[in-house]
């Protein structure tokens, strides 16, 4: 297998570390293909627990100075655990949706937390289809002195090893999926209770919603949120979480997190 | 003035891009000392208003290529408001005590979140001086191939540019002290319902705590979150998110952001 550093088209992506590793073997061993070790890597008991699984799975270990070399520069990485990229149908149960997100290390957080409150299936959203003006939502994430520009982009790629490695090894345990527009999530899933997280003011608090299930919780991009549209769309019930007005916005991976929380809460 | 990379011990912080600039002339114009703005700064009606607001409270607006090189070489920033360190008391409300915190990503975006929940107030303490047997908390902040290792580290210094960046400027609308020990703290601050967040099962499901003012919200370290002993302390209500089996804890700026969100829901 040709070693080369990730790109959006590669077949393959990587776990650097140990701990990622160990999650891909144990969570995802069927798209698990190599094991990179450096030749400096102690084999301590921790090694021996991925050698052991390695056989059991009949997923080779293969010492290269080269991949480290190609894929952590940095030199505190001695395992990297190569895998196929893989998506597949998501359950029938609750969905957190991301319209359009843009930051790798955003998505990564949202993929972990959502982990831990028990939500297991995502969907992406490439575009939002629905035009409408945008909010002037900012985020950290958008270049210095740029925020509040609309800056459209197109979503983060889920296999980008920062995703892997923001997740904590978290996006072997879910399930995900990829559409191009908001429509075409919904003709996939329908009949779900909609609930968009938006900042205008119109929306219903989160303090006051009875989330029923199940429930797509869905939010915008990083910079610009969700189209004012998504309050329009029949059956959603658009969700605000209250914030003085003393910042623009709670970050995206935050408003996730905390959206999930109360989600969950009852259930 | 001479312009120096930022440095722990330097007298002055930055803030880089014309928004976080405007935070500090808004909010804290008495640390303002003088404004840079690049040789290639397009003047339009938002640096119409800084200029004003600079005239105003007597803040040197002065035109430099090097402090662009020296300060942020990647060249998409194009004002900085170089400003002197500033402390202060904190006030007898609410407060959100961070023990050790070691990342200044982390650190903003909890700054960011605690002043959209209205949380002005914010101590970080630089060493436990409480000892204990250390949780195996985890975050995406430590080294690859090392999470689960404890890395006991000094607090991060909230003048760090990074800092003001990822706080979007919120930094400069708080109240904010340091303390070597969290004894110091309690001593300076007596008398309060203090909410340790903690890992331990034994501690109180945070749905179910009903949070008394004035709190304090104690969180702990990304990597080794609170020492358990802070569950003994008395006077101390310690809390817990629950999430499942499936991750090892939340980030710490997620658990500080679900926390201030249930603490200040009712308030």
């Not at 073997?25 to 050698?51: F, H």
């Not at 480290?68 to 990485?77: A, E, Y």
């Not at 779900?192 to 929306?203: D, E, I, N, V």
């Not at 919780?217 to 605000?240: C, K, R, W, Y």
């Amino acid at each position: 297998m040709k070693i080369q550093r990730y790109k959006h088209d590669s077949l393959c992506s990587y776990a650097l570390g140990m701990t990622l590793t160990m999650e891909l073997l144990l969570k995802k061993p069927e798209a698990a293909r190599t094991v990179y070790i450096s030749p400096e890597i102690e084999k301590n008991r921790n090694y021996d627990a991925m050698d052991a699984l390695c056989r059991d799975k009949h997923i080779p270990i293969v010492t290269s100075e080269k991949a480290f070399n190609i894929l952590s520069p940095k030199g505190n990485c001695f395992v990297i655990g190569v895998f196929e990229k893989f998506e597949e149908r998501l359950s029938d149960g609750n969905h957190v949706v991301l319209v359009e997100p843009s930051d790798a290390g955003n998505l990564g957080t949202i993929i972990r937390t959502a982990t831990g409150f028990g939500l297991k299936d995502l969907a992406i959203i490439r575009m939002s289809a629905v035009s409408g003006t945008e909010t002037g939502l900012t985020d950290q994430n958008a270049p210095a002195g740029k925020t509040g520009e609309a800056n459209r982009r197109t979503a983060v790629d889920i296999f980008d090893p920062k995703v892997v490695r923001a997740s904590m090894g978290a996006i072997f345990r879910i399930r995900f999926a990829y559409f191009d527009t908001f429509e075409d999530y919904q003709t996939a899933y329908p009949a779900r209770h909609g609930y968009p997280f938006m900042l205008q003011k119109t929306s219903r608090s989160i303090h006051d919603v009875t989330f029923e299930e199940p429930f797509s919780l869905i939010f915008g991009n990083e910079a610009t949120g969700l189209p004012d549209s998504f309050a329009e769309l029949p059956g959603l019930q658009p969700v605000i979480i209250p914030h003085s007005n003393e910042i623009d916005s709670l970050n995206l991976s935050m408003a996730a997190g905390i959206g999930m929380y109360e989600a969950t809460k009852k259930t």
